[in-house]
């Protein structure tokens, strides 16, 4: 169906034309998917293949200070007259084998086990009693992990090794000189910026974000719970059981990890939308036409975003709290009786909620205002123009014209406004901490987000395994989410037009 | 006809005028509140009245002198060390990182730019508790240095708006430079950075805000360890159920105090802000 035929259909029919062609789609997108896994895999392999046919074919065809480099790094180097460069390249390997002898070596082989000696007391030959180290498997499983990516690391360097000794004997054949150290430094001003560029930023990510990441991972496959702490008890791997317990395994996890998955996916809806639709009327009352003042309505409201987040959070936390002001000004309007408890009721959860959804909204609208004004200054004033002599009233042209465009532009942000509610760690903890409580949920309130509970899980109650495992879930549901719709976003997919 | 429709334009400037009106003293009255109770000279802590009747400047000498239980200049000046020194070091390395991937073509750069996304979607929390234990084992877990070096190591994933700005400035500069013999390096710090004033300045003030108020990375990490607080974590503990009857004329102080210089710096440098934040959704 072209263009020109979609057009002349009525509304629901194209909703079933669209509709029809999503289902139709879903095949080809599914096939094209598994062939795009399948080239992927099959390049992967092929790729080893590659590698491992170049390791032995340069060995063969090369000469001595290639075939010495494959068994001592940097003699390609320092016999090929690069002697700092072979230097640094023997070194590296000597740092390495004094490493994995001296000190990984000794945590990899405990991986499997992560330990087996609980610390305790022994008594010695003369009754007396003396504390015994036992292994410390937290310890075992962070310095492994350190020591793998040491490992793979390590592997990269010796392939770079042999690729550089290759190199500089094809270059002595042409009968060139290879670079000397200064002319390699400058190489990395210029060619090779990027490496001078990305090297300490990518260091500290590798080690403050990579490695824990690896290691929680991990952790989640782990049983490092609150009977289970280092130094003094033992964890051990458990496979795929913290993911069993929290779905189905432990009625008391599984109830409480679904409360709070549907109360997390209920609060990212609502509070990504209600701040998101209320604040464009706001914007859009703000720049209405021939309103003056303007500038004094968006800073009242611009002064919300300034204030530290968590001053806000917390100064709402005291005026909504039983004897704070709000209840206050109610007993002196004589509306009520009794303060009501904003966000600590037990018999009425919801009230609690709904509360922190309206604080949110306050919260949150300025910032819509914020980041959609320029956006609704840009809608192209024909449309309304034509809308209005068509006789559409105010609130069709809201419905028909600003919002849809509005959405088309900012989609890429409303997803990750969402994504950031379903971590919105702050508004919860610091207004409710959770609460209010709840004894037949574990370690969790009525309020609490998966993010929060993660939290109170670490903090309250060394369940680390739990946590991870939580974290992982979290980390699914994210990004499936960012996924399926990043990729469909225009802004993305022509990054390289500017490349 | 015209007549009618001025007036109903009229009509509705007016509804809008009063809406408007009424929702800018929603917004403002609890900042009003907490700055007036901050002054506050009443005895008791809670009051069935809501304006104050006598004022004092009491409540912030009373902050940064009486510091046995919350040593508020103390934390203040934590604050302040770990926000500057995050700064510096997250700017240097968020400009980096963005430039690299905007101007430069090397072979890993989209695998890199992948990584980063991916990173990104794990709840940073996860991640706060192993590096907890991380820098325990360096000897670094409970100190100020230990968070300063957790800030600025993770500053650089965020480097979406920055790649975004050096994507439109264009790229007859650099072939221009390449042509007069200057190196990439020399491109970069002398050509594209002077030119780029708006995206630094923005990058400063995010990296200095961020650390000012951040809450959750600072309880993860500093614990027990209470003579590292920053304000967030005084101010958090000041409204604990027990301390709250005490302390809550100085924690509205102490708001006051940590919130006026964010508050200014926000306001001067919004322009910006709001660049940075629709810079990505504009382009669509």
């Avoid at chain 1, 096939?31 to 032995?56: D, R, T």
């Avoid at chain 1, 990305?198 to 719970?225: E, H, K, Q, R, S």
């Avoid at chain 2, 802590?45 to 912030?60: A, E, L, R």
């Avoid at chain 2, 980096?96 to 890199?112: D, E, G, H, I, Q």
């Amino acid at each position: 169906m072209n263009y020109i035929d979609y057009m002349q259909l009525n509304p629901f029919q194209r909703f079933c034309y669209k509709l029809k062609s999503f289902f139709v789609a879903i095949p080809g997108a599914l096939s094209s998917f598994f062939k795009a896994v399948g080239k992927g895999l099959v390049a992967f392999f092929v790729g080893i293949g590659n590698f491992f046919k170049n390791y032995v074919n340069n060995f063969k065809v090369g000469g001595l200070a290639t075939k010495l480099s494959y068994v001592i790094m940097g003699s390609g180097c320092f016999l090929n007259k690069q002697i700092v460069k072979g230097i640094i390249f023997l070194a590296l390997e000597v740092a390495f084998i004094a490493y994995m002898i001296g000190f990984g070596g000794g945590y990899l082989a405990q991986f499997g086990t992560l330990g087996t000696k609980t610390a305790g007391t022994e008594w010695d030959a003369n009754g007396m009693p003396v504390k015994v180290e036992g292994d410390n498997s937290m310890l075992i499983l962070l310095f492994s992990t350190l020591t793998l990516i040491i490992i793979v690391l390590f592997i990269y360097l010796y392939i770079i090794n042999i690729r550089v000794a290759v190199n500089n004997e094809k270059t002595i054949k042409a009968g060139n000189k290879p670079n000397n150290i200064i002319q390699d430094l400058k190489l990395l001003l210029d060619e090779k910026f990027h490496i001078t560029m990305l090297a300490v930023p990518t260091t500290l990510i590798g080690c403050f974000t990579i490695l824990p990441l690896i290691f929680m991972i991990l952790i989640a496959f782990t049983n490092f719970d609150h009977d289970h702490q280092p130094p003094n008890q033992l964890f051990t791997w458990v496979g795929f059981g913290n993911f069993s317990d929290i779905f189905v395994g432990n009625a008391m996890y599984a109830q409480t990890f679904g409360k709070i998955l549907v109360w997390t996916l209920v609060w990212a809806v609502v509070a990504t939308f209600s701040c998101y639709i209320l604040g464009v009327i706001v914007a859009l009352m703000i720049n209405k036409k021939g309103l003056k003042c303007k500038s004094v309505f968006r800073t009242c409201f611009v002064m919300a975003v300034a204030v530290p987040q968590f001053v806000t959070l917390l100064l709402m936390a005291q005026m909504l709290s039983q004897d704070g002001v709000v209840n206050v000004i109610l007993e002196n309007l004589g509306l009520i009786d009794q303060p009501i408890k904003f966000l600590t009721d037990t018999s009425n959860p919801n009230l609690a909620r709904i509360t922190i959804i309206v604080v949110n909204i306050w919260i949150g609208i300025p910032y819509t205002i914020l980041s959609t004004t320029g956006i609704l200054m840009n809608i192209p004033e024909d449309l309304y123009e034509s809308a209005r002599i068509d006789g559409a009233t105010p609130v069709v042209q809201f419905m028909k014209i600003t919002l849809p465009y509005l959405i088309f532009v900012t989609t890429p942000q409303l997803i990750s406004t969402f994504v950031g509610n379903i971590n919105n760690f702050n508004v919860i903890f610091l207004l409710s901490g959770g609460g209010p409580s709840n004894v037949h949920m574990y370690q969790a309130g009525e309020t609490d987000l998966l993010v929060t509970w993660l939290f109170k899980l670490t903090m309250n109650n060394n369940d680390n395994n739990l946590a991870a495992a939580i974290g992982i879930i979290v980390f699914v549901i994210c990004g499936a989410l960012s996924l399926i719709t990043f990729n469909n976003t225009k802004s993305v997919k022509d990054e390289g037009a500017f490349g | 006809m015209i007549k009618s429709y001025k007036t109903k334009r009229a009509i509705s400037n007016a509804i809008v005028y009063v809406i408007l009106t009424i929702l800018s003293i929603i917004w403002v009255l609890p900042l009003v509140w907490i700055v007036m109770t901050s002054f506050s000279g009443e005895e008791a802590t809670f009051i069935d009245h809501v304006i104050p009747t006598s004022w004092t400047f009491q409540h912030y000498i009373d902050l940064f002198t009486q510091t046995d239980t919350f040593n508020y200049p103390r934390a203040f000046l934590n604050t302040l060390i770990i926000s500057i020194f995050s700064c510096i070091i997250s700017t240097f390395s968020v400009l980096m990182v963005s430039y690299t991937f905007s101007r430069l073509r090397f072979k890993a750069r989209k695998a890199f730019m992948n990584v980063a996304m991916i990173l990104g979607m794990f709840p940073g929390f996860m991640t706060m508790i192993a590096i907890y234990y991380i820098l325990k084992v360096i000897g670094l877990s409970q100190n100020i240095v230990g968070l300063i070096i957790v800030y600025s190591a993770g500053a650089a994933l965020s480097y979406f708006i920055s790649k975004g700005f050096f994507d439109t400035v264009p790229r007859a500069l650099d072939e221009a430079a390449t042509i007069d013999g200057a190196t990439k390096n020399q491109i970069f710090w002398r050509i594209i950075l002077p030119m780029s004033k708006p995206i630094v300045v923005y990058t400063v003030l995010t990296t200095f805000i961020a650390p000012w108020t951040d809450f959750i990375m600072a309880r993860m990490l500093l614990r027990d360890a209470t003579d590292q607080y920053t304000v967030a974590l005084v101010l958090w503990n000041m409204t604990d159920k027990e301390k709250i009857d005490t302390f809550f004329y100085n924690f509205c102080a102490g708001s006051v105090v940590v919130a006026v210089p964010i508050t200014a710096l926000f306001l001067k440098m919004q322009k910006f802000y709001v660049e940075g934040i629709t810079g990505g959704a504009v382009k669509g």
